[in-house]
């Protein structure tokens, strides 16, 4: 069966031809078609740059020539803070398409720094946060509050089963900005992950 799936990404720059946008792996892989929403509704084709599974990060390229100049006007790349400068108990905001229900903004404290987490076979170091993130804020931004990205909502720990599917917990993980900046250099530039120390 083919069904629609939405998450979040975040714009980081364009070159010539391309908007350029970052997203979780977990988002785009399987999908046939991609499509990317701005703030004002407007909705553009995307295509994959390159995918990182080991990270879960990969980077999407909208052409610029779809993209209206009054979206244009509306939007601009995020400017990537430095997560290893964050600390225990700093607030952070989460956006995201929470559910496919739109944008929305969540707010919370960093709760732990460096946490290694294992989702699907690979382990990842992370930062844990209490800001909710729920199924749809997969690939978008982790704020600090001068307004930086310092993470990429990723994942969320949750009790539940296969007869309890309600079971967020509280607590989300979110791909530290500076690897996050390593990786989505790597496959602009390469379209692929080769030298990157992972963590």
Do not use: C, W
Request: aromatic residues 2%; without cysteine; charged residues 15%.
């Amino acid at each position: 069966y083919e069904v629609p799936s939405s998450g979040s990404g975040i714009i980081v720059g364009q070159n010539d031809t391309e908007l350029l946008v970052v997203t979780n792996n977990h988002v785009i892989e399987g999908a046939t078609t991609l499509a990317v929403t701005f703030i004002d509704e407007s909705s553009v084709e995307a295509a994959v740059k390159g995918t990182d599974s080991a990270s879960d990060l990969a980077v999407i390229a909208v052409p610029l020539e779809n993209i209206s100049a009054d979206t244009k006007s509306q939007i601009k790349a995020a400017t990537l803070g430095d997560s290893d400068s964050l600390k225990m108990g700093q607030g952070v905001i989460a956006i995201g398409n929470a559910l496919g229900l739109g944008q929305s903004v969540t707010v919370g404290h960093v709760s732990a720094l460096n946490r290694e987490v294992t989702v699907d076979g690979v382990t990842k170091t992370v930062i844990q946060t209490d800001a909710a993130i729920n199924p749809g804020n997969s690939g978008g931004p982790t704020f600090n509050a001068a307004g930086q990205v310092i993470g990429i909502n990723s994942s969320i720990a949750s009790t539940a089963t296969s007869s309890d599917s309600a079971g967020s917990i509280g607590i989300g993980f979110a791909i530290p900005s500076n690897l996050v900046k390593r990786v989505a250099d790597e496959i602009i530039k390469d379209g692929k992950v080769k030298h990157v120390a992972l963590g």
